[in-house]
């Protein structure tokens, strides 16, 4: 039986009333997707993530991993992304030794921290940062 990792870490994030006060259901894996034709930009603050392709575990395992995550908080300002950044933080530390999504998390750590960015196609604010986390069955 293997471990959905990308599933206890998006529950991480989805359970922690700072992160979802801040971004209501706005989590994305992966990139932001695209707005509407009327919209071409979702609602802000939101909050994309992915394993970082330098993460030392396996993001599909039978026994365990730890995981390091890209996460991007995405909003109108440098201040409210940096906001949405330190809720994420706060709800990443939290988590050891609790269960997301029936999966163990023993550990959650930030890796690098929080960097602020602009997209260079978009002109979006966002502040990125590297979070590991540690799952086992």
Known sequence: MSIDTDAAFRAILTSASAVTN????????GYLPEGTAANTQIARPAISYDVDPASPGDDDTEAGADIDYVVRCWADTTVAARGAYSAIKDAIKAVNNQSFASVFCYEGREIKPGRNNE?????QTYCEAVFRVGFRL
Do not use: C, K
């Open 22 to 29: 801040l971004v209501g259901t706005r989590v994305y894996e």
């Open 119 to 123: 997209d260079p196609e978009t002109g």
